[in-house]
């Protein structure tokens, strides 16, 4: 009950949670802040004492309560060894720390973190910490924070918070907040409650696709009351038929997402290999430089990932192009019509600019921060929620496809490249300088692999190994495609990034990367020149 | 050369002289640092390489051992295994070198184990390994099994009362054994087949999509589960990553990795992995003394007020340590003599305990979890009350119940067979046996 009470005092202090940081002390130098004795009672709680502690802060009523919270929940409350005084930790990397007062909030300035004794927390304490600042925060006039404080309820539900949260219930909540706390108390009375609670409760819980209402009505399935097991097992049933549907069309996005990762790798190997002919094994690197060049950006603007992110996307095609022309005036160029030693020489360039990476800038892999805007994930409903950051991925491979498609067929580039691919000889007593079209077009490839690795540091590794794990894959969709013809690379990209996605639940990672090529090595068998095969006088070129 | 230097020293330096005398008639002792500085094993073992380089400009910083200087000669087997072999002799047979600190993978292991034997070398293999061996000249200073594994799933069931187990790992030897034993063990604990789910995937895994999927629908049957990741260095961030942003915290379906470190964490940003937990021997976190002057010199070495330490590193330190003390006791560098006095051998951690090397070629570690803060680091949550002694053969497989292994006289087998009475192949032999 302690919590209860402490939670209606809280109700008003709640508003100020915003003026925290800057809230002034309320006591004077000589009279004793009751506050270092709660910390101090905090920091020397035994694991088992935790809770206490916890809800002595609380209770307190103490507008900066919420700030000790917080900062015990990240980890960043510390004692100093010598004084005994509780701190905040502001800054916690390198040897010295800067520390602030809880108290006043005053910068303490720095500190070596040799004088510096963490106060523990754990999974367990920060699980009930979350639940009671949600509970907190339920009180909040901001919406959104309110609603985040709602979701964060789902299973944190308990006895102390039931009757505040039924007295809640009966105030006028935005929708969504009423949803989730009504299923959060009856996933508590499915648990808790008795037999009438729990059968109220099946039927709030009866077609709610969260995770956690599930599991309660799986707990309930194996309970000892046949009727509520009964019907339990008949609300699962209902939600298992829901849940076909939407973990269809999970699937259907996981393979799209993985499609469209496969398409950018591709794609830039889609002009060069398959529009140019050249089998270049520094295709892989090339998306690494792309994808390095977004965390340079990154270093060269701290603290704005996020435009960061858009100027790497010129930045990566410009680096990217640059080092295709290079590879391409330094070696390519002599080996033209040799595929053989092409593969050679252009596998012997990944190599060294694979350990270029690792001695220039560090065989460890570089991190790469995602803007806020493309973190989390865009919920559908319960069991369906799209992540943001491949969502991206996929609308950023089709315009990519797009600007690639209208270069191709609409630019005079795109014009005497197909002329020159088609017939060189030809081409060049049309007056096409054949040369100056070759570097235009490696160029283009090369630049294409710089977007791409643009968009996969989003989603991997960035790091000296991160081209090699996408040159198969890469050849394995441009010849499965059809070599030469672009649309190809796309369906098949999407194809297979869809199949792999089918497979893998049943088949697992290994098997189901291992199908699919057994997949392809047949269907090349039986169409050599792959799905979209090119057509007419190209064809024999 | 002698005659120069006295010429130059003049007479009146008697005691310098003879001093001299001493250290230019013995040779350096050569230690031979065998780890991957090119291809993708470099992101773990160029660390251990600097470690070994800074360990041994310390130790020569205080005179070397035995009135001897150490020196590294570091050879680059680029990530490749059958030439971490090829390596090897070369260090054993070229280089003469007295001992060698190297590898990371357990196959680049097995592919130096016949050579270390054939040629009788010493070799000191930091990094935590499925266990299931043990030869005469090789002394693992990473965890076995028992000594990260086991105490792990007990953590996770005791005090975060998990009852549904996701063993997911890379689909190679650490994992799969790993898997096994820890099989093994929760099901004779009583846990139900059908609440064990196992997923391997290939190296380098960047795809976690459905996977994720797939373990967040395991997760919902109402038991509290964890993952117990054997998920290894570079899969490991875009799984995270997807855990994030699937919604999947920390107090929801808690993670415990066995293979990422402070290492593997500097390269992701680590704000939604907060919670997620880690198995090891040592973190960089831990409050010690000792530990900050290590911390200290490394940055100091590495010229990088970022640089990180990890697990293996505290295991090569422990290793060259126990080396430097076998050679002091047993007075010479000699093969044989370093073998019988490294057993019995304690020195301090960094972790403010002691390791000792014990008859089966392991050593005693202390276990502790830690959770991933937001600064890449861990804090420890929980720790054994003393150290553990590693286990060569594990008690949770069938085959390997009923062998130990002790390096002593009279015994000297590293698979003795107590229900036989019988000593196996060679480790070497066996690594032979299993390649063909």
């Known amino acids: 009950m302690g919590i209860l009470r402490s939670l209606l005092s809280l109700r008003l202090a709640s508003l100020l949670v915003l003026l925290m940081a800057i809230a002034a002390p309320a006591f004077s130098q000589t009279e004793e802040d009751p506050g270092q004795a709660l910390l101090a009672n905090l920091a020397d709680a035994s694991p088992r004492q935790m809770d206490a502690a916890i809800e002595a802060i609380v209770n307190s009523g103490d507008p900066r309560a919420r700030s000790w919270l917080d900062a015990f929940g990240n980890n960043r409350l510390s004692r100093n060894k010598d004084t005994g005084q509780v701190v905040v930790v502001l800054r916690n990397v390198g040897r010295d720390w800067t520390i602030a007062d809880p108290l006043t909030g005053e910068n ?195 603290g704005q990932p996020g435009l960061a992110l858009i100027l790497s996307i010129p930045a990566g095609f410009m680096v990217a192009a640059l080092a295709g022309i290079a590879i391409e005036r330094s070696v390519i160029q002599y080996l033209k019509g040799r595929p053989l030693e092409t593969l050679l020489a252009t596998f012997g360039i990944s190599l060294i600019l694979q350990q270029l990476v690792r001695t220039v800038i560090s065989p460890l892999n570089r991190s790469v921060t995602t803007p806020e805007w493309m973190s989390g994930s865009l919920v559908i409903n319960d069991a369906l929620s799209l992540t943001l950051n491949r969502l991206y991925v996929i609308g950023f491979a089709l315009v990519v496809f797009a600007g690639l498609m209208l270069i191709m067929r609409k630019t005079r580039l795109g014009l005497e490249v197909r002329a020159v691919t088609q017939n060189r000889a030809m081409a060049r007593s049309m007056g096409i300088k054949a040369t100056r079209v070759d570097i235009m077009t490696f160029a283009l490839g090369s630049g294409v692999a710089g977007l791409a690795g643009v968009a996969l540091s989003q989603i991997t590794n960035v790091g000296p190994n991160l081209g090699q794990n996408y040159i198969i894959d890469s050849f394995m969709v441009v010849v499965f495609g059809g070599v030469g013809n672009l649309w190809g690379t796309l369906v098949a990209g999407l194809t297979l990034g869809t199949i792999n996605q089918i497979l893998e639940p049943w088949a697992g990672a290994v098997l189901a990367k291992i199908m699919v090529l057994v997949m392809i090595i047949l269907f090349i068998q039986k169409r050599p020149k792959g799905l979209f095969p090119q057509k007419g006088r190209a064809a024999e070129g | 050369m002698s005659i120069k230097k006295h010429v130059k020293l003049g007479l009146s330096a008697l005691a310098l002289s003879v001093s001299f005398h001493a250290m230019a008639a013995e040779d350096p002792i050569k230690v031979g640092i065998l780890h991957s500085l090119s291809g993708t094993m470099a992101i773990s073992e160029t660390a251990l390489k600097d470690t070994m380089e800074m360990l041994i400009e310390k130790q020569n910083e205080q005179g070397g051992v035995n009135g001897r200087m150490l020196e590294a000669v570091v050879v680059d087997p680029a990530s490749n295994w059958p030439l971490f072999a090829e390596k090897a002799r070369e260090l054993l047979e070229k280089e003469k070198v007295d001992v060698i600190f190297g590898n990371w993978t357990s196959v680049s292991r097995k592919s130096v184990l016949p050579v270390v034997e054939e040629l009788n070398g010493l070799l000191f293999y930091p990094v935590q390994y499925e266990g299931e061996e043990s030869s005469e000249n090789v002394f693992y200073t990473g965890a076995a099994p028992n000594q990260q594994a086991i105490p792990a799933v007990n953590y996770l069931k005791n005090e975060l009362g998990v009852e549904r187990w996701v063993l997911a790992g890379t689909d190679y030897v650490y994992p799969r054994t790993t898997n096994r034993i820890l099989e093994t063990y929760l099901k004779d604990m009583g846990v139900a087949e059908a609440d064990i789910m196992i997923n391997y995937t290939p190296f380098g895994h960047s795809d976690w999509q459905s996977i994720v999927s797939d373990i967040k629908t395991f997760g919902s049957a109402g038991k509290k589960t964890a993952v117990v990741s054997t998920i290894n260095g570079d899969a490991n961030v875009p799984f995270y990553r997807e855990l994030g942003n699937q919604g999947i915290s920390s107090s929801d379906i808690p993670v415990v990795a066995f293979s990422v470190g402070e290492q593997e964490l500097s390269g992701i940003d680590t704000g939604p992995l907060v919670g997620h937990l880690a198995a090891w021997n040592y973190f960089m976190s831990v409050d010690n003394d000792a530990n900050y002057d290590f911390i200290d010199a490394w940055v100091e070495f590495k010229g990088d007020d970022k640089a990180v330490t990890n697990d293996p590193m505290e295991a090569h330190y422990i290793g060259f340590n126990m080396y430097v003390e076998a050679v002091k006791k047993a007075g010479t560098t000699d093969v044989e003599a370093i073998k019988e006095a490294i057993i019995g051998v304690a020195v301090p951690n960094l972790t403010g305990g002691i390791a000792t090397m014990m008859p089966n070629h392991h050593i005693t570690k202390p276990v502790l979890i830690g959770e991933i803060q937001d600064n890449g680091q861990f804090s420890v949550v929980w720790e054994t009350s003393s150290t553990v002694a590693g286990d060569a053969w594990s008690d949770f497989l069938p085959g390997s119940r009923d062998l130990i292994a002790d390096w002593r006289a009279p015994m000297k087998c590293g698979n003795f067979n107590v229900k036989t009475g019988s000593c196996g192949a060679s480790a070497g032999e066996q690594a032979l046996a299993d390649a063909e």
Do not use: C
């Open chain 1, 108 to 302: 303490l300035g720095e500190i070596s973190r040799r004088e510096l004794d963490r106060v523990n927390i754990n999974n367990a304490i920060r699980g009930k910490l979350e639940g009671v600042l949600a509970m907190l925060d339920l009180y909040s006039t901001n919406p959104e924070i309110q609603r985040a404080a709602a979701e964060a309820m789902m299973g944190k539900v308990n006895e102390p918070v039931i009757e505040p949260l039924n007295k809640l219930l009966e105030q006028d909540l935005p929708p969504r907040v009423r949803d989730r706390l009504e299923l959060a108390v009856a996933i508590y009375q499915l648990e808790q409650g008795d037999a009438q609670a729990k059968a109220e409760a099946i039927t709030v819980l009866t077609g709610s696709l969260h995770s956690r209402a599930r599991a309660a009505l799986n707990n309930a399935v194996a309970g000892d009351d046949p009727a509520i097991a009964a019907s339990a097992k008949a609300a699962l049933v209902s939600i298992e038929q829901k849940l076909k549907m939407n973990r269809a069309a999970e699937t259907l996005y996981f393979g799209l997402s993985l499609g469209s990762v496969l398409v950018l790798a591709a794609i830039g190997l889609a002009i060069t290999f398959g529009v140019m002919g050249v089998i270049n094994m520094a295709h892989g690197e090339l998306i690494m430089l792309g994808a390095y060049t977004t965390w340079g950006m990154q270093q060269l603007l701290p």
